[in-house]
């Protein structure tokens, strides 16, 4: 359920992975150049739950796609 917003859907193509205190995504998205550009987010041992992160992390893609 994430990157539903309209202006982002369908440009970005992640994994996510979960482990003991770590959450993590991988991937690809299309910035507006129509260029790809990888990323890898990994994020260990937070105070934060892993909702509050995936929705960071959710931001935070997004925003570079609208760069």
Not at 29 to 45: E, K, L, M, Y
Request: aromatic share 10%; hydrophobic share 35%; charged share 15%.
């Amino acid at each position: 359920n994430l990157w539903t917003s309209p202006d982002v859907v369908g440009r970005v193509y992640a994994k996510s992975g979960t482990l003991n205190g770590v959450v993590a995504y991988s991937g690809y998205f299309v910035n507006p150049n129509n260029q790809w550009c990888a990323f890898s987010v990994n994020v260990n041992n937070s105070l934060k739950t892993s909702s509050e992160i995936r929705r960071a992390i959710e931001a935070t893609i997004a925003d570079c796609i609208r760069r």
